[in-house]
């Protein structure tokens, strides 16, 4: 193809911006461009999005990269769940009285301390579940926690500031991942969020192919699927937030693997993935307040995962680390009804009293709506009724 | 790319019948934010924007179900802003009795801001076109890899060279342009879809 001697800013301008000129026809222009200043002086200036738009992206800011509110989901994925006006169609409301009844009586019985809650779990909806771990000293709410990788007594310490996990250079080869396996499953949504702060992470030359720590989660069926959010430093590619996942074959051979990264400069910030259907998306923030980003968003399906931890590896016997893990948060299971959410401390002696009198006033509304179905078929048509 | 998504004039049509799921899922994911939204400014808390939020949409299907809105006669978006409006005054009253009786200053500085003052027009205007960009952001960020993403955001919104988001994403420069074009083209079909009369 020839060479172009005269630069044609307009054509190439009109190639370039117009995305239904075809490749072979672009080809030329493409190459121009890569060394063309006049070209991409004028591209540059090009202002195609408009004054409109450019003002509300600087107001909004990169809406793909705003914090989603936990609640706007949930209402969004119930009312994508259900059709209410549907529901409403279908004269369901019977089976739902039922229901609402035996929650009721569920429900004060739960209030008047029927129920005990198993260790570690601090709240319960339906089969929502939400744990907190501080990490600042060893948890004893977390009867299936362990820890793991080599060395794993001597490098994971439970400190007043956290899970601290300290990992010394000199160790050959890819060092396996070490850290706290806490034994908590994961099931339906989720959200998952930890504090990490850096201590000390290895330069760049040092790091070999991945130095992290992760927020890492796993399952083993029907697939194996390894995902996670780390914080990392990579010889090729320096400081960076990581959000992957990796798949394998029953033989233990990776399938796939997706991933995105983000530079970083953060010492100290929080990592979260939060799953709504079979969509995982990977955040992290870079202080501990900050907002979180959104780095990536993988499609891993519903299936139970087997594991959440808490770990830190090296690739290079030059690479050392050390970082803290706090303030590890749990949202999981079926999400709860948006008015089971908490609004207002209320003492629960009203609570039992309020659930108790549903009860009783739904049983007896129960009782009373055949009789008035009777009386108004006997009321014949066009009849006034008249007041007592 | 995926398939260009349905009209809106289309999915509003679509919403009346209740089979359609995709139309009903559309419509919330669309929707359901800036209902939200504007209710947490008008200062409910997280739970109760909640619940107005599906009073709303609810209310909304039941209508277009019912042919209640007639789209010559005004935008959709204003006729929503008037349900939004109606069940927030009903939430307010209902929230305000309980208010007063408690003497609760906020929520008696909360029922202060209704009914809306003329200015909640242009805001419900200025957050319409808000969330429809964020609609049809999100929608493309689905379709594309992140550095076609980011190559079209750093150059089409943020100013910066074309030349320099290459060296950034390791992309060729002509490929950064490309990016840069098929992206807003694709948010302006998708904005353009979503647009009422």
């Not at chain 1, 033989?251 to 995982?280: F, I, S, W």
């Not at chain 1, 659930?355 to 179905?373: W, Y």
């Not at chain 2, 909640?50 to 204003?78: H, K, P």
Request: aromatic share 8%.
């Amino acid at each position: 193809m020839p060479e172009m001697v005269d630069c044609p800013w307009r054509e190439c301008c009109q190639v370039l911006l117009d995305v239904s000129f075809p490749p072979e026809q672009r080809e030329l222009y493409e190459r121009h461009v890569e060394s063309c200043r006049n070209c991409q002086d004028h591209l540059d200036r090009t202002n195609l999005c408009g004054e409109a738009w450019q003002q509300l992206a600087q107001r909004t800011g990169d809406p793909t990269l705003q914090p989603t509110d936990p609640t706007l989901v949930q209402v969004v994925r119930r009312l994508v769940a259900g059709d209410p006006v549907k529901e409403r169609a279908r004269w369901s409301w019977l089976p739902a009285l039922v229901l609402l009844v035996a929650l009721g009586t569920g429900i004060a019985f739960q209030l008047a301390g029927g129920g005990n809650d198993p260790a570690g779990k601090v709240e319960t909806a339906t089969e929502y579940h939400e744990y907190h771990l501080p990490l600042r000293g060893r948890p004893d709410n977390l009867p299936g926690m362990k820890l793991v990788g080599p060395d794993a007594d001597k490098c994971v310490r439970f400190e007043p500031a956290g899970l601290r996990i300290t990992l010394p250079p000199g160790f050959e080869g890819s060092r396996p991942q070490v850290g706290l396996s806490t034994g908590l499953a994961l099931k339906g949504d989720f959200e998952v969020i930890v504090s990490f702060e850096v201590l000390k992470l290895p330069e760049p030359a040092d790091a070999g192919p991945s130095t992290p720590l992760t927020l890492w989660v796993w399952r083993t069926k029907p697939d194996r699927c390894i995902t996670g959010v780390s914080r990392r430093v990579a010889v090729d590619a320096g400081d960076q937030f990581s959000a992957w996942a990796t798949w394998f074959d029953p033989a233990g051979n990776q399938v796939d693997h997706k991933g995105e990264t983000l530079p970083t400069t953060a010492t100290a910030g929080r990592l979260r993935l939060v799953r709504v259907g079979g969509e995982l998306s990977y955040y992290a923030s870079e202080a501990p307040n900050a907002e979180f980003i959104l780095l990536n968003q993988l499609s891993i399906g519903e299936q139970d995962l087997d594991d959440v931890r808490l770990i830190a590896f090296t690739s290079s016997p030059r690479a050392t680390l050390d970082a803290r893990f706090s303030d590890l948060h749990i949202r999981m299971g079926s999400l709860p009804p948006v008015s089971a959410f908490p609004k207002k401390p209320q003492a629960r002696g009203w609570l039992v009293i309020a659930a108790v009198g549903v009860v009783f006033l739904l049983l007896f509304g129960l009782a009373l709506f055949p009789r008035r179905r009777r009386f108004r078929a006997e009321v014949p048509t066009g009849t006034p009724q008249q007041g007592p | 790319m995926a398939a260009f998504p349905q009209t809106r004039a289309s999915l509003l049509l679509r919403l009346r019948d209740s089979r359609d799921e995709a139309a009903w899922r559309e419509f919330v994911e669309l929707y359901a934010p800036l209902v939200y939204g504007y209710a947490r400014r008008r200062g409910l808390q997280d739970a109760d924007a909640a619940d107005l939020c599906q009073d709303v949409l609810t209310a909304v299907a039941g209508s277009l179900r019912r042919l209640d809105y007639d789209a010559t006669r005004g935008a959709f978006r204003n006729w929503l802003f008037t349900i939004v409006r109606r069940k927030l005054a009903d939430w307010l009253e209902a929230n305000g009795k309980r208010a007063q009786g408690s003497g609760d200053s906020a929520m008696v500085e909360l029922l202060s801001q209704c009914p809306a003052p003329q200015g909640q027009e242009s805001e419900w205007e200025q957050e319409w076109e808000a969330r429809v960009f964020s609609w049809a952001c999100e929608q493309v960020r689905c379709e594309v890899s992140y550095t076609t993403w980011h190559a079209f955001w750093c150059t089409g919104f943020q100013g910066q060279p074309g030349k320099q988001v290459a060296a950034e994403l390791g992309l060729s420069v002509a490929a950064v342009y490309l990016a840069r074009s098929r992206v807003l083209a694709r948010l302006k079909e998708l904005v353009q879809s979503v647009q009422g009369p």
